[in-house]
Antibody, heavy 121, light 107 residues
């Protein structure tokens, strides 16, 4: 059974940093592209970042480019999102999501349960 | 960025009703259109990919159609577990973008 389990969310002050993690199981993690998608509670979905199977090719939404860094450790079956210079607009539930292909198809067939990031003083 | 617009934003329907949700892209996206539904407090679930392909395990009462800029999600006979918010999403070009969502409520 495919499982994605996010962690690392919490309350952080504006300008602060946070690292989100996503632990994958039930599939060959290194064979699939991955993404982070976020959602302001009660609002719509926004793609944040994605990366290829090896992690060498990364993509970012304009809203986070230069502040967030996506990475993966295939040996540990982990996906990460390093978030810097956080603002209130980054407050959201962050989902880890699996792409069905090796390259980024921008389709997500499995999602984690999400981790809430709250940016507030 | 490609803008995705869904209609309606919300609808009320009864169990057994046929429900149709539309999604329009701001430019042509071929058949690169996916549908998800999301129940309160849960992550989204993929229903249909590439406009008309049913994801494994999704009931056959769900169907999708369209190409170019106009797409449709149809639920042939609404079931109690289908009351949720539905999102379309384009996978044609980066950045992938979502519609604003359509909330399907019980009449």
């Amino acid at each position: 059974e495919v499982q994605l389990l996010e962690s690392g969310g919490g309350l952080v002050q504006p300008g602060g940093s946070l690292r989100l993690s996503c632990a994958a199981s039930g599939f060959t993690f290194s064979n699939y592209a991955m993404s982070w998608v976020r959602q302001v509670p009660g609002k719509g979905l926004e793609w944040v970042s994605g990366l290829s199977t090896g992690g060498s090719t990364t993509y970012y939404a304009d809203s986070v480019n230069g502040r967030f860094t996506i990475s993966r450790d295939n040996s540990k079956k982990m996906l990460y999102l390093h978030m810097n210079t956080l603002t209130a607009e980054d407050t959201a539930i962050y989902y880890c999501a699996k792409d069905p292909g090796r390259t980024t198809q921008w389709i997500w067939d499995y999602w984690g349960q999400g981790t809430l990031v709250t940016v507030s003083s | 960025d490609i803008q995705m617009t869904q209609s309606p934003s919300s609808l009320s329907a009864s169990v057994g009703d046929r429900v149709t949700i539309t999604c329009r892209a701001s430019q042509t996206i071929s058949s690169s259109l996916n549908w998800y539904h999301q129940k309160p407090g849960k992550a989204p679930d993929l229903l249909i990919y590439a406009a008309s392909n049913l994801q494994t395990g999704v009931p056959s009462r769900f169907s999708g159609s369209g190409s170019g800029t106009d797409f449709t999600l149809t639920i042939s006979s609404l079931q109690p577990e289908d009351f949720a918010t539905y999102y379309c999403q384009q996978s044609y070009s980066q950045p992938p973008t979502f519609g604003q969502g359509t909330k399907v409520e019980i009449k």
